[in-house]
DNA sequence: TTAAGTTATACGTGATCCCGTATAAATAGC
DNA sequence: GCTATTTATACGGGATCACGTATAACTTAA
């Protein structure tokens, strides 16, 4: 389950809000761990399509994820997941 | 052993770049598929951090990869398969 | 319901996007 | 070695970034 698939820019953004909140912070608390404004975030988690990748990589290092890249999965790896 | 780490901008764009030779594409004609220029690409691949997300998650759909966020692992996953 | 906290949105500014286009540099095939 | 292909880099231009700052809208808790 904690293999979160993002296949759109709307999707990554949902899993950081989920990630930052489960880290119980807040906006403007991640961003200012990483030097971005607390508005940027915002974009970013909306799932703005044109926020830069180093804003992405800086909120998954802020979070303590990681990025995987893999083929896609005709089923979700989630759903399978989801047997066990 | 298909799953592969992105902890930074750089190690993203060697990844693209590794499918983008798999699929037998070159930048421009990859580039073509996603309407986005042959330059466009080529700075994606060198891991420029302010290419926009549209542009990675635009990549990454034409050579049908999906990008999974997960908590950091110490020992990367990679090292962990190599065992088996 | 009210106040406090959080998130969304706005303005001006300098930087950088990707565009189209073009060319130089590097790589591959012959 | 030479040629063709591919990749890296450059220019001007319009759009949009993230910045700092500020405020509006929404949420949460008392």
């Known amino acids: 389950m904690t293999d979160q698939i993002a296949r759109n820019e709307k999707q990554l953004g949902a899993i950081l809000r989920r990630a930052r909140k489960q880290a119980g912070l807040t906006q403007g608390a991640l961003g200012s761990h990483i030097h971005l404004r607390q508005g940027t975030v915002s974009r970013l ?40």
């Not at 083929?71 to 989801?82: M, W």
């Open 45 to 84: 988690e909306a799932g703005e399509p044109a926020v830069q990748l180093r804003t992405v990589m800086a909120a998954l290092s802020a979070l303590d994820l990681e990025l995987v890249i893999r083929p896609r999965s005709k089923a979700s790896e989630a759903d399978i997941e989801d047997l066990f």
